[in-house]
């Protein structure tokens, strides 16, 4: 057993979270780590309304009895996106837990206090954990540089980031983000100060996530020189897998006269979701993975998964005591 500020909070079972992710984030996948006794998020913004959100979480409760919640990725978007329906959608549902990232949920705080729903803010700097912390959320998920997605600007890994943030925030439950895939680094975690891991990459290479095959089995090949960081140039940056895509991306951006317009279609998300994520063609476009990658071997359920995890974990405890 390893009890923290998390696992009492939440009443998981695990310090084990599994992040918001677009493209892979549905209810499905949520209940099995639900079931696994870690703590999944269901990513929202993959839903066109509040009233699509609360089915999906509705189906996602049908499934499992334990504790779940919602990730809210606070971007600004082209097109606009229903972030009230969403938070009003969760509070009807009941779902006590939401991961936010993107931007401190400054505006949307008020209503989930009032609800009783803790927020769960993921950034990637000590300034941004402490700020969050005293707009009035409730944990912080610090994701290191080498996470999957957005690390931030300031490209300092987890060793240092966590335990500055630890330091930083002693009365906030913090989660370690980035780079975490298995036992060792939960205990690595915890050594830190951490009160539990985040992982993504980790959880996209198992028998429930509903992506193509051929995507885990890329995540199994990969070592951690196969990951690419685009947006650089545009302050936006994003780690993704390697491939042909995205090194055409990160080759244009180097070359400071072209913008956004000269990776547009080359980056589309849609074009990420369907022919690598549906259809399995893992050079077809931009997909996001971290490098985690190197300590992924397997493609187990989630149960198996956390069991593992938890099994090492033990492992290294015993270990580290004698
Ligand atoms: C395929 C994929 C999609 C992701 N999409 C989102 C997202 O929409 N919102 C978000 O807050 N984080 C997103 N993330 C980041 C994860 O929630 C998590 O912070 C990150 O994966 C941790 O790093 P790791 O992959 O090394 O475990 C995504 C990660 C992956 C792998």
């Known amino acids: 057993m390893f009890k923290t500020r998390l696992t009492e909070m939440f009443g998981i079972e695990t310090p084990i979270c599994m992040g918001g992710m677009t ?3 549905y209810g499905e996948l949520v209940a099995a780590v639900a079931n696994a006794g870690a703590l999944g998020f269901i990513t929202a913004h993959m839903f066109p309304s509040g009233e699509a959100l609360l089915d999906e979480i509705e189906k ?15 971007l600004p978007s082209i097109n606009p996106i229903p972030y009230d329906e969403y938070r009003e959608a969760i509070i009807a549902s009941g779902i006590k837990i939401v991961e936010t990232a993107g931007r401190a949920p400054t505006d949307h705080l008020p209503r989930f206090k009032e609800n009783g729903v803790k927020v769960i803010h993921k950034c990637t700097s000590v300034r941004h954990a402490v700020s969050a912390v005293n707009k009035g959320v409730d944990v912080i998920s610090i994701d290191g540089f080498e996470c999957a997605g957005h690390p931030g600007e300031d490209d300092v890994g987890l060793v240092v980031l966590l335990p500055a943030t630890v330091d930083a925030l002693p009365d906030t439950p913090i989660i370690a983000s980035g780079g ?3 036992g060792r680094s939960l205990v690595a975690a915890l050594a830190l100060g951490a009160d539990g891991v985040n992982m993504g990459t980790r959880f996209c290479a198992t028998v429930e996530a509903k992506i193509h095959p051929n995507v885990k089995q890329k995540i199994v090949e990969n070592t951690e020189l196969d990951t690419v960081l685009v947006g650089r140039s545009l302050r936006n940056t994003a780690r993704v897998a390697k491939n042909a895509v995205s090194v055409q991306v990160a080759e244009i951006q180097r070359d400071p006269t072209k913008s956004f317009e000269d990776v547009k279609a080359l980056m589309a998300g849609q074009r990420g979701r369907e022919n690598v994520l549906r259809d399995g063609d893992t050079d077809g476009g931009i997909w996001t993975s971290g490098q985690s990658q190197a300590l ?3 493609i187990p359920t989630c149960a198996d998964l956390v069991k593992n995890i938890m099994t090492q974990a033990e492992r290294v405890r015993a270990r580290l005591g004698a």
């Open 23 to 25: 493209g892979v984030g």
């Open 60 to 74: 996602t409760k049908k499934l499992t009895d334990k504790p779940f919640g919602v990730n809210l990725t606070l």
């Open 180 to 182: 975490m895939a298995d």
């Open 296 to 298: 992924i071997h397997d």
